[in-house]
């Protein structure tokens, strides 16, 4: 039985004293009726996480697995998981060390699973799993950030909150796997409407190579020099702001890529789509007061790609062409313009430019909407 005196010699009441103390007690308590150990208490108290190891237990996690056992129930080998864990961008612990839940061996499983279907390979696996992560640390970030704001209650003591926090975490964990699955779903069928096989690959049983899209980068002026003056709750009403314009402006076949906190990298198949989403982006930051101006820059020509993100000279170019553009304007490289001369779009030369990276001067035009 773990008592106030084991508590104290774990270091788990240091500084404590009078209610902060008995309520100290109180949470330890509950947490170690739950099977929490006192190496586990020790370990969440050093990174100030005490308050989430019964909402963590709730969602799959625990110190009850090694990697070792976690290889001999999912039939992985020690040497395969470690490269998982690492492609997920977690640590990599010594064999016998006791640091994974259920939520891991259910994971790893289906790693296997997927290992098992005949013509995948190891690195397919890795690749799903690096893609993973990137996309769902957002994800898991904004869920916990609602989790703790349903929970925390003024005046409420460490105990209540742990309490609140997995009851939050039990309403919301149910929807968690409906709600991803059919956003993947949807997300998979956004893509089979605008992804192009060509004849050719498709005879040759390839995968979809490079190919001519139009790629288009828009960010915030100012916004790095403003984050020096401005709160953190600024800086983050900022970049909110700037994603529900992005959800306005951006529709298919244009596609959302990434969001680079003080702008975006979009691409698109047909170019007309794609510079009338770059032009409603610098027009709804301009008419709105809670946005620093936007700017942007297009280029197009071949590119590939690779696990959610896109690879070529025109990821590049629009990069840098961003970087030149004015505050309120959409710039595009000379290979946008060539391309859309039967569009109805107003054209002005801004003249050849010498861009970071570049080899060659680009010739830049600007480009408007016709005056109605």
Request: hydrophobic share 45%; aromatic share 4%.
């Amino acid at each position: 039985m773990t008592d106030a005196a084991d508590y104290a010699a774990a270091g788990l009441l240091d500084g404590l004293d009078g209610k902060a103390r008995a309520e100290r007690l109180a949470l330890l308590d509950n947490l170690t009726a739950a099977g929490v150990t006192l190496a586990e208490l020790r370990d969440a108290a050093a990174e100030d996480q005490l308050i989430f190891i019964g909402a963590e237990r709730l969602v799959g996690g625990g110190n009850v697995y090694t990697m070792r056992t976690l290889a001999e129930e999912s039939g992985l080998d020690v040497s395969f998981l470690a490269e998982i864990l690492r492609a997920s961008g977690q640590a990599v612990p010594d064999a016998d060390e006791l640091v994974f839940g259920p939520g891991d061996l259910a994971l790893v499983k289906v790693a296997r699973t997927y290992r098992d279907i005949p013509g995948l390979t190891d690195e397919d696996v890795l690749d799903v799993a690096r893609t993973l992560t990137r996309g769902l640390r957002p994800v898991a970030e904004q869920m916990r950030t609602l989790a703790l704001r349903l929970a925390i209650t003024p005046g409420a003591s460490e105990a209540e909150l742990a309490e609140r926090y997995i009851g939050v975490a039990g309403a919301l964990t149910p929807m968690l796997e409906p709600l991803l699955g059919e956003s993947m779903r949807l997300r998979l069928r956004d893509m089979a409407r605008t992804e192009a096989v060509t004849a050719a690959e498709l005879s040759a049983g390839a995968l979809p190579g490079a190919r001519d899209v139009g790629v288009c980068f828009a960010d915030l002026v100012g916004f790095t020099s403003a984050g020096e003056t401005l709160g953190p709750d600024q800086v983050s009403e900022i970049a909110r702001r700037l994603e529900e314009v992005l959800d306005r402006a951006v529709k298919p076949p244009v596609q959302m890529v990434k969001t680079l906190g003080d702008g975006a990298m979009l691409v698109s198949p047909e170019l007309p789509e794609l510079v009338d989403a770059a032009l409603a982006l610098v027009e709804a930051a301009a008419h709105d007061d809670s946005l620093p101006d936007l700017r942007a820059g297009i280029a197009y020509g071949p590119a590939l790609s690779r696990a959610a993100d896109w690879y070529g000279r025109p990821v590049n170019l629009a990069s840098r062409v961003s970087d030149v553009a004015r505050p309120r304007t959409v710039l595009a490289a000379d290979t946008v313009r060539e391309a859309m001369r039967e569009h109805a779009f107003a054209w002005s030369f801004a003249g050849p430019r010498t861009l970071k990276g570049i080899r060659e001067p680009v010739r830049l035009y600007r480009v408007r909407r016709i005056a109605a």
